[in-house]
């Protein structure tokens, strides 16, 4: 979908106005690329002595080629390990890290912290100030210019060894569209480093709902891309558009509306017969029907909430079920929310209520179903898709432009992140809801 402004101010005399009128000029974002390094340039480490993963993830970046970055250069990223700040005085070690620094950060440049979760910890006062780094990071990432963008990545003692999945992701151009966001990253987890990083998930089986367009057409072809066989599901009045979707990627085309009776048992049999199982369960599809509360009727109501929500709840369950379920050992399931579900929206009293119930969901099922399964949500801001191409003019303009870098999302963007949750190396990341908005003004 077009975004005519983000086009007008990439010529000369456009930007030459923007500038000069002071309004803001979208960086084009960089977007990953098969066989890009993981960090485009130099990366800047620092952070006070005692800390806990400075030295696993110095290493870490080695072993990627990942050049570090001396005084002085323009680094492509700032890594900050801050896990021993273990008061508020030293709170201080932040402010002359990346003050030195901010302003040299490259175009697309990544600014990260790595931190402990403060739900974790007893001493009050380190927790008191692990808990500031959120409003750092948040902060930073607000201030952050030409397309750079910033992530807090808390650790779990014991979970130093299972970064690589994480720092590849936030590092890399696959998390351009992800900023002032928190990832929590877990001690109990199954993780597997891939065979080949280009192709983590080489021999599993994907299902996608709703791919014949938008958003589910480039999970179903990102997810293809990194190795997976992928079965792309749609409404039977899709079956064209989804047919070419799986042609195009190699994928196999089920026409089902999610909905109808019996609709979680004929996928299960259909996982079953034709692919032994799934591995990857990706819960895309969706709808909105806008109505202010007082305007909504019933069918209004129902249809969003039975698409968006209970339907996902009746395939969760059945896929789960049984002695021998459907979703294999170690399997990803992956809803999509969205920041209306987080911050609520004028007109989507339903589809918040629905995408905020995904959040419940994957929140309390995470903790429970074990056998190394994950089960974590994106939550998209304002995507350049056919559903917000249909947004009255003013109010998607807004939506495009009230973000850190000034312009929507790319479904592609929503993509790596799900192709992220999905890596067998992303097992330590469980229970977590990633805002993929380019850091929305709306919501935490
Ligand atoms: P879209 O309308 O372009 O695509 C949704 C797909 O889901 C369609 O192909 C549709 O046929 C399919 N679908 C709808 N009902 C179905 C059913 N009963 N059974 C099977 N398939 C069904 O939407 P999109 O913009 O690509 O959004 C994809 C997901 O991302 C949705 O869950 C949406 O709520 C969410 N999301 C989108 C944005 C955005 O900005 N585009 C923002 C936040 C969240």
Redesign the pocket.
Known sequence: MADRYQKFTASAPGGFLAKRLGLPRPEPLRRHKPGDQVAAGPVALGGPDGGRLGKPVRELLESLGAEIAGEGGRPHALVFDATGITSSDKLVELHSFFHARIRSLAPCGRLVVLGTPPELITDVREAVAQRALEGFVRSAGKELRRGATAHLLLVEPGAEGSLESVLRFALSARSAYVSGQVLRIGAGGTVTAPADWERPLDGKTALV??????????VAETLARDGAQVVC???P??AA??KAVADRIGGTALE?????AA?DSRLAGHLSAHHGGVDIVV??????RDKTLGRMDAARWESVI???LA?VERINARLLDGDAPVLRDGGRIIC??????IAGNVGQTN?AA??AGLIGLVQAQAPLVGRGITVNA???????????AAVPLFIREA?RRMNSVNQ??Q?VD?AEAVAFFASPGSGAVNGQVLRV?GQALLGA
């Not at 089902?256 to 109808?260: N, W």
């Not at 999509?336 to 579900?341: A, C, K, L, P, R």
Request: hydrophobic share 35%.
């Open positions: 709902t709703g791919a014949s367009r938008g958003i589910g057409a480039v599901l749609d409404i009045a899709q558009e989804l089902l509306d999610i909905t109808e609709a819960h895309n599809a969706g709808i909105t039975n698409v968006n339907a999509t929310s969205s920041i209306s579900g589809y629905s995408k994106i939550a998209p801001g304002f995507i350049e898709t056919q559903m917000t939506g929507g999302g479904p929503v908005c």
